[in-house]
């Protein structure tokens, strides 16, 4: 009677229907999660203004002014940039911001104004020909300096890059002379 | 002669063997984790309706922990998930820094996901609240393009 039950095989558990549990995880994990990474432009704001915080005096020579009005028009200390040949007025603002900012690295202030019926797409559009004048004066500091891409660099080598060409930027509160209201 | 007829003869009785399919829970598994690590949950119920700008400089947001939403279209503000306006912004920003825990808080970042056609007037105002709420590292949240634009 044990010798018999010795030699009987041990049933083996049905196992098809594991691939269909686990499917059906995965497509719940596929509906509930998005895959979706946030990109963006980072940037920093200032601190809230003080009450006596006296304004700073910075001199005309060092201030370039960058406006986009109602119409999302964009003009550089006065000069409306317009559309060229295949050449967005953002590109040409990265341009001149390149030129302007290497001219005077440590003392330049960008200054930005806006108007209260500017799109956000405009101001994006801006900021991104702003951050990428940045980017190329960085890059190509870094390259000269260390041989290495911008973002090739160790925190310290990347810290005194940014040191090098600080970014300064003064915003104000957009203006309402576009008659958004 | 005979050989070949007992190879055919035998082959018409056999049986076509079924398809072992006991690593396929494996393999589906090993779908489901890589899945797994690469998402996340969404947990944003977004009830403004929006379109980021589109930029050739953006950068990936690291330290997702760390980060507050901040939808904005012309006429609806959403902090997270909760629908605000621009009066309630900054306490509710404070009030969600306090869900974070004490070293996400200090490297807070706003990202602020807003509406191309928003008017400047509206961001103003919310930069102004974030400001008071010294949430300052903020992120103007867009898709990345090509050059050509």
């Known amino acids: 009677m044990f010798r018999r039950r010795r030699f009987e095989q041990i049933p083996e558990l049905n196992t098809s229907s594991t691939a269909d549990i686990s499917f059906m995880l995965l497509i719940f994990f596929l509906v509930t999660s998005s895959m979706d990474t946030d990109k963006g432009l980072l940037r920093q704001l200032p601190p809230p203004p003080q009450e006596q915080q006296p304004p700073q005096d910075v001199r005309k020579d060092h201030v370039l002014q960058v406006t986009l009005d109602a119409h999302d028009q964009l003009s550089v200390d006065g000069t409306l940039l317009i559309q060229g040949n295949h050449i967005s007025p953002f590109s040409s603002l990265t341009s001149q911001l390149t030129k302007f900012i290497a001219a005077d690295r440590k003392d330049h202030v960008i200054s930005i104004q806006t108007d209260h019926a500017t799109t956000y797409e405009a101001y994006f559009r801006m900021q991104n020909a702003i951050v990428a004048a940045y980017n190329q004066l960085r890059e190509s500091y870094a390259r000269e300096r260390y041989g290495k891409s911008y973002g090739d660099l160790v925190p310290e080598q990347r810290d005194e890059v940014n040191q090098y060409y600080p970014q300064r930027i003064s915003e104000s509160k957009p203006t309402k002379e576009g008659g958004a209201e | ?76 503000i959403q902090v997270n998930s909760q629908p605000t306006d ?34 400047m007037g509206v961001i103003a105002d919310v930069k102004e609240a974030l400001q008071r709420s010294f949430a300052l590292r903020i992120n103007y949240s867009g898709t990345s393009a090509a050059d050509n634009d």
Not at chain 2, 89 to 117: F, Q
Request: hydrophobic fraction near 40%; charge should be positive; glycine fraction near 2%.
């Open chain 2, 1 to 76: 002669m005979r050989r070949m007829q007992s190879i055919f003869r035998h082959s018409a009785s056999r049986e076509m063997p079924g398809l072992n399919l006991a690593s396929m829970p494996d393999l589906i598994f090993t779908v489901l984790f890589f899945f797994m690590i690469v998402t996340h949950m969404r947990h944003d119920d977004v009830r403004v309706r929006y379109q980021v700008p589109a930029g050739t400089e953006v950068q990936k947001l690291q330290q997702r922990t760390a980060v507050i939403n901040v939808y904005v279209s012309a006429s609806q």
């Open chain 2, 86 to 119: 621009i009066n309630h912004l900054a306490s509710l920003i404070e009030a969600e820094r306090k869900k974070l825990s004490e070293e996400n808080a200090e490297r807070l970042t706003v990202s602020l996901k807003a509406d191309k056609h928003t008017p």
